[in-house]
């Protein structure tokens, strides 16, 4: 059975792209480990992927700002971050790659922080079977949706995101046996729901979820912040 929730209150963001980005602030990222190893991007890796590849267990991919025109795929307990954050420092699919950003199922542990996230013909982040740290991330312009975890299991921790302007949902949860956590994210115009749940538990706090709509688009496709259909989110002082 579906069920529908309306936020507390409508707040209409109706601002570009530049109002969105002053609201996030770029806190101190996490890390792995203390005694990481670090692998610059681009000056020791020409691209991300290829630093990812090449990182073990606890290191850090450190990119500086630029538009990198790749997909990437994560792996267990490697972060991803950017040095100067989400505005500077660009991961663009340019409609070529379904997901921009993967994490399958091997790559437990994994953090994305920092970065502008679009050009997906899907998604912006898949999770399969996962459950990285996507945090400080400004996520826009995917062609379905801007975060997706599916399969059980996938419990992915989405905080202090923007998560605007695609083409589906905002954030789309389609696991069982899952407990993903969002919490402090702005979740805005997005085409269909600001967040959808299908058998799957997620705690969702403090977010702002608005305008998450298109005109004349009924109610199983969109209008309200958030959708349930066989789901037991637990959904706590959100506007």
Not at 58 to 77: K, M
Not at 89 to 117: C, M, Q, R
Request: charged share 15%.
């Amino acid at each position: 059975m579906k069920k529908v929730y309306k936020v507390n209150k409508i707040l209409l963001v109706t601002t570009g792209m530049l109002t969105l980005v002053i609201l996030v602030t770029f806190v101190a990222l996490p890390t792995n480990s203390a005694n990481a190893n670090i692998l610059n991007v681009p000056a020791d890796y020409p691209t991300i992927q290829a630093a990812i590849n090449a990182a073990e267990w606890g290191d850090i991919v450190l990119v500086a700002p630029g538009t990198y025109f790749e997909n990437i795929s994560l792996r267990a307990g490697v972060t991803v971050r950017s040095t100067e954050g989400p505005e500077v420092t660009i991961i663009d699919g340019k409609g070529n790659y379904y997901k921009v950003v993967h994490v399958p199922s091997l790559a437990e542990n994994s953090i994305i922080t920092g970065f502008t996230i679009t050009g997906g013909i899907f998604d912006g982040i898949h999770c399969d079977r996962s459950s990285p740290i996507i945090t400080n991330n400004i996520i826009i312009g995917n062609g379905r949706s801007g975060i997706a975890a599916f399969w059980f299991g996938s419990s992915p921790t989405i905080k202090n995101n923007i998560i605007s302007g695609n083409n589906w949902d905002g954030i789309r949860f389609y696991a069982t046996y899952s407990s993903p956590i969002v919490t402090d994210n702005i979740i805005t115009n997005n085409i269909r729901w600001g967040i959808y749940i299908y058998a799957s538990s997620p705690k969702i706090t403090n977010n702002i979820i608005a305008n998450n709509t298109k005109e004349f688009v009924d109610w199983y496709w969109g209008g309200f912040g958030i959708a349930s259909e066989y789901g037991s989110p637990a959904i706590i002082n959100n506007t």
